[in-house]
């Protein structure tokens, strides 16, 4: 009897593993996991919507004067590549580019810092559903 009550006992508790258990990842699952704790979901850092959303214009545009690039520089900066892989996965023409990177961060305008916030989440979320709406196949590419 003992024994039964343990076998009844096991296969509870593997039943209740089984359903627990995370359906295997994918790349496409993997990808957008990795989008949206960089976006907005908090994970084990800080997600961007969550580091930039207080910033004051002031404190955007402000740098340690030793060369560094400001939170906003870097904000336009991570608009204008987020951009650029988002046209080259609709399969749309890209952004114009130089060939300098410099460039990417010296649009930033802390008078626009509201829009500059919005359109780093735009991107971002448009970039999630992109790839939502992807299959295997156009993943694997």
């Known amino acids: 009897m003992k024994y039964v009550v343990l076998l009844l006992m096991l296969a509870a508790s593997l039943q209740s593993i089984a ?19 960089t976006h907005n979901e908090k994970d084990w850092f800080v997600p961007a919507n969550t580091a930039i959303e207080a910033l004051s214009p002031e404190q955007a545009k402000w740098t ?9 520089q870097l904000t336009v900066h991570l608009i204008f590549w987020n951009r650029q892989q988002l046209a080259k996965m609709k399969g749309e023409p890209e952004p114009k580019y130089s060939g300098n990177n ?6 930033f305008d802390a008078a626009n810092w509201p829009a500059t916030v919005r359109q780093l989440d735009d991107v971002l979320a448009d970039l ?14």
């Open 19 to 37: 359903q627990q258990a995370k359906p295997t990842p994918t790349l496409k699952s993997i990808l957008l996991e990795q989008l949206r704790t």
């Open 64 to 72: 340690n004067g030793s060369g560094n690039h400001s939170i906003g």
């Open 102 to 107: 410099d460039e990417t961060f010296n649009s």
């Open 128 to 141: 999630e559903k992109t790839v939502e709406t992807f299959d295997d196949a156009k993943i694997n590419q």
